[in-house]
């Protein structure tokens, strides 16, 4: 697994962030801000990303795509598929993707130049550099990844989805290896500010306090960028190989809201917990934690809790709940990726980081919720919760490898 | 030709070694390809005012037989 988000580059680099509660929520500099409400987000650093880029010869793109890259190639280096530096042979692995929002930077610079110049505007790589699926490809191209390439993109359920597709492919045999995850990076003056006349984000003006999931204070999220990406691998070719796997998938589970193109739903929340849980063939006593979606608005943290509650019954208040988009931003697209990554870590470490900012937990969040310290969970699988904007629900199960 | 190098920069995706770029550094040298070549004679068009079709750069391979249709173009 790899991963470049504004609490680091590395897995090494961002639990060390998570398990001492240091939040990469600051004020935003990748453009400015003078005529935006919203004046925050969690930013991945740019220098360390470059640095990362030239090793695989290349110069920064877009900030998605280049996220991705620097992500993709730890995941691919620690999983032993391919050497530090290119040149790269053709390998058999497939690519399929999450994004919420895609090639934001491209299509800025893309749009500035239209509305300045007309269809004259328009570079000819304008298609090619914009395209959604620009990430999936651009990683085949840049690792030799013969298998196929293709995008899932659905909001802030993204990643979840891509590695749910991901882990079926293998399972059911039409794949061995797979490169998943997701990435999403728009801090552009459009993309950016498309968000700031909507009440899901938060107005608190201190970065380290503004999100804060689950407590009764919340005003909304705060918006991050990075990217994760996860190796998955059949059990077969694993043993074959002699590589030692992080962990495994043991369920996944979806659905779709069918109400509101917003608001969340607790049915269909529901209905993907309980389809992953039965995919895993558990019963909600075995769960050792839970990673939340989280977002710390409004909707989402108290009907998730509610839908935590109708799966998990009198075993809720024993599993507790942990949320990182205090610590990631939320990262849309990303999310389910970065989060599935910190689930894995928390997993290994057996630990949870603290949830950040939650003095005063809501009551109508009725669910074990970590606090402000770290916390010791059982051995066993955890669940990792996606839910997103078009109602989509996904659901992962986790475990660490036998 | 200065300004043409900094043009062919610009267009690069990937790094390139540009310190001996001169009238016999062909395209493939900068790292372009059939795709990435669009966008440098976009970027000429733009910059330097001459409008030049793509069958016409793909024909010439170095720097300064691309330097000289600019000039019999007027640039």
Avoid at chain 1, 66 to 89: F, K, N, R, S
Avoid at chain 1, 189 to 214: H, M
């Amino acid at each position: 697994m790899g991963i470049a988000s504004a609490i680091g580059v590395g897995k090494d680099a961002i639990w060390k962030h998570l398990i001492s509660g240091n939040t990469g929520i600051g004020p935003l500099t990748a453009f400015d801000t003078t005529d935006f409400k919203i004046k925050i987000g969690a930013e991945a650093p740019r220098d360390i990303v470059k640095e990362k880029l030239a090793i695989l010869n290349r110069r920064p793109t877009d900030h998605a795509l280049d996220l991705t890259m620097v992500a993709a190639h730890e995941a691919l280096v620690q999983a032993d598929l391919i050497g530090e530096a290119p040149p790269y042979e053709d390998q058999d692995m497939s690519v399929v993707f999450g994004t919420g929002k895609g090639l934001t930077q491209s299509l800025q610079t893309a749009f500035e130049s239209f509305f300045e110049k007309g269809p004259r505007g328009a570079r000819p790589t304008t298609v090619p550099r914009c395209m959604y699926n620009a990430i999936s490809a651009g990683l085949s191209i840049q690792f030799k990844l013969t298998g196929t390439n293709y995008m899932v993109v659905s909001a802030c359920t993204s990643a979840t989805n891509a590695i749910g597709v991901a882990y079926r492919m293998i399972r059911d045999g039409y794949a061995d290896t797979v490169l998943t995850g997701g990435a999403d990076a728009f801090f552009e003056p459009f993309f950016f500010g498309v968000w700031n006349n909507i009440p899901a984000l938060s107005k608190i003006e201190d970065p380290t306090k503004a999100c804060r999931p689950f407590a009764a204070d919340r005003e909304g999220t705060v918006l991050g960028e990075g990217a994760g990406v996860l190796i998955l691998e059949s059990y077969e070719k694993a043993i074959a190989r002699g590589h030692k796997s992080v962990g495994e998938i043991l369920g996944y589970g979806e659905s779709s809201d069918a109400r509101h193109i917003t608001s969340p739903n607790p049915d269909g929340q529901a209905k993907a917990m309980q389809m992953a849980l039965d995919g895993a063939g558990l019963t909600p006593d075995s769960i050792s934690f839970i990673n939340s979606h989280g977002t710390a608005t409004k909707g989402n943290d108290s009907c998730e809790s509610q839908s935590i509650r109708t799966v998990m019954g009198d075993a809720t208040d024993q599993i507790p709940v942990s949320a990182n988009k205090s610590y990631f931003g939320h990262t849309l697209g990303a999310s389910g990726g970065l989060e599935a990554i910190a689930t894995l870590l928390s997993l290994k470490h057996q630990t949870l980081p603290p949830n950040l900012n939650l003095e005063t937990p809501d009551p109508e969040c009725n669910v074990n919720l970590v606090g402000s310290e770290p916390v010791s969970i059982k051995q066993g699988p955890a669940m990792k919760n996606s839910f997103g904007f078009g109602g989509g629900n996904g659901v992962l199960i986790l475990g660490l490898s036998d | 030709m200065a300004k043409l190098k900094s043009i062919v920069e610009d267009s690069a995706t990937e790094p390139v070694d540009l310190s001996n770029f001169g009238p016999e550094t062909t395209v493939e040298d900068v790292g372009l390809d059939s795709l990435t070549i669009l966008d440098l004679l976009y970027d000429i068009e733009q910059e330097i005012g001459v409008e030049v079709e793509a069958k016409e750069i793909i024909a010439f391979r170095t720097i300064g037989e691309i330097t000289q249709l600019l000039i019999d173009k007027g640039a």
